[in-house]
Nanobody, 121 residues
Framework: QVQLVESGGGLVQAGGSLRLSCAAS????????MGWYRQAPGKQRELVAA???????TYADSVKGRFTISRDNAKNRVYLQMNSLNPEDTAVYYC???????????????WGKGTLVTVSS
């Protein structure tokens, strides 16, 4: 099967930085888009940043200029560099991948279990 495992979350003071990593593993034939979503307490899950297999990136307005998404296609990994963090960035961050399994019939969304980012004021 396929697994997405996030790492890099934690507690940081406002103005600080964190780097999230996500590794996709398993019977993967191909990965299309990869991205990061977040869900704060009492709020809906929202897109933070996403990247195509070719490296074209999209960002939520709230993180533009502060967050950078990058990807290592050879390792099936996606990263999120988060700078100038503020308390509003506190959330569980989830990795997402649109991928085709070996022997699969089509691309399917997969999700990691999430990593908690807490930004203190």
């Amino acid at each position: 099967q396929v697994q997405l495992v996030e790492s890099g979350g934690g507690l940081v003071q406002a103005g600080g930085s964190l780097r999230l990593s996500c590794a996709a593993s398993g019977f993967i034939f191909s990965i299309n888009g990869m991205g990061w979503y977040r869900q704060a307490p009492g709020k809906q899950r929202e897109l933070v940043a996403a990247t195509t297999s070719g490296g074209r990136a999209t960002y939520a307005d709230s993180v533009k200029g502060r967050f950078t998404i990058s990807r290592d296609n050879a390792k099936n990994r996606v990263y999120l560099q988060m700078n100038s963090l503020n308390p509003e960035d506190t959330a569980v961050y989830y990795c997402n991948a649109d991928l085709l399994q070996i022997g699969g019939s089509g691309y399917t969304d997969y999700w990691g279990k999430g990593t908690l980012v807490t930004v203190s004021s």
